[in-house]
Structures are given as C-alpha cells and as structure tokens.
C-alpha cells in the first residue's frame, strides 16, 4: 500500500475515467488560517461535468458485473490505503479547512469507516423469496444499484461527506460523479487518487471542482443518465436542486440546514451536560450541520449550567490548525465571520449579555472568532433562527418540560436535537416529542458509520450511513416467475 506525503497527494486536474484531465480555467483555494495560496485547482464547466457522466455511464456494466465481494474488497483496499495515508490526508485537509491536523486526522478515520461499513453491509444487502401466492408462481424481491450517482459535497468535512455517499453507491453496484466545495476540492482529489492506486476501476469514481456550482449542479440534477442525486448543504439550494431533480424523476437524498436544540432539564447531571456541549458545539469550530445551535436550559439548573460552561469555554484553545493543543482554528472565510459577528451583535443590542468572547482573535488572524457565550437569549432574536456556524453558544431559558419540547420544535428545521436529563420516564417522553431525525440523549457525539444520519421536516430526505444509507443507491424489483405446472 503507498504512503504519500500531503504534497505528493495535493491533485489540481479533474479526475475523469482515471484521467488527470487539466483545464485553462483555474481557481484558488487558500489556507484559511494564514491566507496562503495552496493550489491553483481546474474549474470545470458543464461541458466537463457531462464528460465525467459519459465516463461513469461507460464505466457502469462492468462494475455491476463485478460480485457484492469483489467490490468490497475493492472497497477495503480503499479504506486501507485512507488509512496507511491518513496523516497526509490530514495535513492536505487542515491546510485547505483550517480545522486542527488531530481534529482532522480523526475525520480521516470517520470517513474511511463508511467505506469500511459499506464494503460489508454491500455483501450482507438480502432480497426475499415471498410466499406462494398460487400454484403456478414463484415471486422474489431482488435489489439492484440504482445506476449513475451524482453529488455535491460540502466544504465543512471535505473527507467524510464524500466517503459516505460514495461508499454505499460503489457497494451497490453504482458509479459516481462528484462535484466537491470550492473551497475544499483538495481532499476529494486525493482520495479519488488513492482509489484508483488500489484498482478501483477508471471511471467509477469522478471528481469535477468548479467554481460554477449552478451550472455544473444543472448538468447533474437533470441528464437523463443520473439516476440518484445527493446534495449535502443549505435548505435554500437543495429545494432548487430538488426541483431540478423532479424533471428525470431521480432518486434524491438531501442533508440539509439543521437548527438544533440542546435541551437541559433540571435532572439533568450538569457535569455530564457541560462535557456533552462542548463536544456538541466546539467540533470544527462550530461549523457542522448538527452543531448545537440553541442551548435551552430549565430555570432551576440555568445559573449552575452556565457558570460550568463558562469555565469549560475559558480552557479552549484557539490556534492555527498545525498547532500543539488546539481546540479548534479559524472560521473558513470571511462571510462565515461576517455572519457571527453580525448575529453576536444583534442579538447582544436586543437584550443579550455577553459572558465571554465576541470578538474576532485578531492576534492569530482575521479568520478566528474567539470562543463565546451568551445568556438572556430569546427566541424572536436571528441567532436562534439561523444556523450560527461558529463558536458560539446562545443560552435560552424554560419554566416547564412542555415549554422546552415546544421552543426545540419551534423551527423548520429537525436534523439533530439533543437533551440531557436522568429520569427514564422524561427520557421516553422528551424522545418521543422532539421533531429530529437524530437525537442524542445524555451525548453530544451521535455520527457513526452505524447510525442512519439525516433529518426531517426542511432539514431533508433520506439517510446516509447505516444499512438505510445502502438502501439509498439501491431500486427494489420484485420478479414474478410463472409457468410452474400445478399439483
């Protein structure tokens, strides 16, 4: 298996049939941390995007062919090689999103466990023999890769949130376009890299960077021969690629904006809560769809909850990435720091008082906003409407269980919602009443390979991960077998 440097691994081409194709047309993608230019990266174009469909409809009758087992050993090989490289990948990553290198490191391990899961849940995927339903009939319920996948991926997690819709589609027997953020193209390129050095066929995977996301996003949601569409971004663009989808009928997956509470009750083991939080929200800076977006916390704990919070907050270490120690590092640009302070600053000129932070960490950078907490936040304020995206933690106040239930429903939006309390009865009742597709009870850290990952109401359709995630890239045929003679 070969082991790379970053440098070695730093792909600029789109990666087309197993081609390094170059284009004219470059963009740049910096370090956010230091605002060095890293690579100069090929724009592709609808043209482009329609070459790498055409590659990935060519490639497609051999790789069904292939058995469930020889694409997962594939599929290992994979994994295998993510991992022998994954300090390479790590350094490539925390250089073009800024989060810390061990941070980083770590997605590298999560996103190569999808591949991982896949590879074997591909093998594990059963139809069913029905029972008799006359004499002369047999019928069976057989499951088939859906065809051509295509997918456009954020920047926020530039590994995992390719390896999870790539893994299930190549398990199931399907090919792969993929459009990757243009802000963190590199970590696509390098992983489509190692795939084909472990002999994933030329074709089955395809990765097109563009700075043009509505016209090669038109190319993907509407060519006849997509089959399957995943986008993993905002509310906003995925009801247009959605309606962009209904023209050819598509199979559709979306993870999109999410809203989420953080519920703490008053049995709750605030210790226990605290710790959950700051794993909750402080992940990539707070930039994750399932961060903690709104802290509601009951009235009898709320001056013990937030005098703990505020002295786990004053330990985190801000820094650049490749630092010793570091909590988490910049924020990814500078419209993502613009929205902070623009939320911090609304909502503290209505009424909020700041206990901590608030400001940008100049000294480090322009990019570093400085860990920081709110209290006496109401729900009419935009920070509890908008996903903040950033380090910030807003703190709500509730008198009764009811009133926490209803104010974490109070949004369009249920990707993930979290709560903490010790009584089994609440735990039903709370679990029960929340509007989310993932729910953590007592932990912050609820993704797993294992876990069906997604949301409900405008937080989106489908799920990734888990054996539903297989199901996602699969059609169902049923097979009615007649001419049996009767008894």
Not at 76 to 96: H, I
Not at 317 to 326: Q, R, S
Not at 453 to 469: A, L, M, T
Request: hydrophobic residues 40%.
């Amino acid at each position: 298996m070969t082991s790379h440097s970053m440098r070695s691994l730093t792909k600029t081409n789109a990666f087309i049939d197993g081609h390094w194709v170059p284009v004219d047309q470059r963009f740049e993608v910096a370090n956010p941390a230091t605002g060095e230019l890293i690579a100069e990266v090929a724009d592709a174009d609808a043209v482009l995007a329609e070459r790498a469909i055409e590659a990935a409809h060519k490639a497609l009758p051999g790789w069904r062919k292939k058995t469930p087992g020889e694409r997962a050993a594939l599929l290992q090989r994979w994994f295998d090689s993510m991992l022998v490289n994954k300090q390479a990948l790590a350094e490539l990553m925390s250089a073009e999103q800024g989060k810390p290198v061990a941070e980083a490191a770590a997605e590298i391990e999560y996103g190569a466990s999808f591949v991982k899961w896949f590879a074997a849940e591909g093998e594990r995927s059963y139809g069913d023999i029905l029972p008799r339903q006359s004499d002369d009939k047999r019928v069976s319920i057989v499951k088939q890769g859906v065809g051509v996948c295509a997918a456009i991926t954020p920047w926020n997690f530039p590994n995992a949130m390719i390896t999870r819709k790539v893994a299930p589609a190549l398990a199931a027997g399907c090919t792969m376009v993929v459009k990757p953020p243009q802000l963190t193209p590199l970590s696509a390129l390098a992983i489509a890299q190692l795939a084909s050095e472990v002999g994933i066929p030329d074709g089955v995977i395809n990765i097109v960077p563009s700075t043009n996301a509505k016209a090669v996003g038109k190319v993907l949601t509407e060519h006849p021969a997509v089959k399957k569409f995943s986008f993993t971004g905002s509310t906003e663009v995925g009801k247009t690629l959605m309606q962009q989808c209904a023209s050819t009928m598509k199979k559709v997956s979306f993870e999109l904006g999410g809203n989420a509470p953080f519920v703490v009750f008053d049995d709750a083991d605030i210790e226990l809560a605290v710790e959950q939080l700051m794993v909750c929200k402080f992940r990539n800076a707070g930039q994750t769809c399932i961060s903690a977006n709104r802290v509601l916390v009951q009235e009898q704990v709320l001056d013990t909850f937030v005098n703990a919070l505020k002295t786990a907050m004053e330990k985190l270490k801000v820094n650049v990435g490749t630092a010793d120690e570091v909590d988490y590092g910049p924020l990814i640009n500078s419209d993502a720091i613009e929205k902070v302070e623009r939320l911090v600053g609304e909502a503290t000129e209505q009424g909020a008082e700041c206990l901590l932070g608030g400001e940008v960490l100049t000294d480090l950078g322009e990019l570093f906003y400085a860990p920081t907490l709110l209290t006496q936040v109401t729900s009419t304020m935009a920070i509890t409407q908008e996903e903040i995206f950033g380090p910030v933690v807003a703190v709500q106040s509730f008198s009764t269980e009811e009133e926490g239930i209803r104010k974490a429903n109070a949004t369009p939006f249920g990707l993930a919602g979290y709560f903490c309390a010790e009584d089994y009865r609440r735990i039903e009742r709370v679990s029960n009443a929340l509007e989310c597709g993932m729910i953590g009870i007592n932990a912050g850290a609820i993704s797993h390979a294992y876990n069906a990952f997604g949301g409900v109401k405008e937080s989106g359709i489908g799920r990734e991960g888990s054996r539903y995630g297989l199901a996602e890239y699969q059609e169902t045929k049923t097979l009615t077998l007649g001419g049996f003679a009767k008894e």
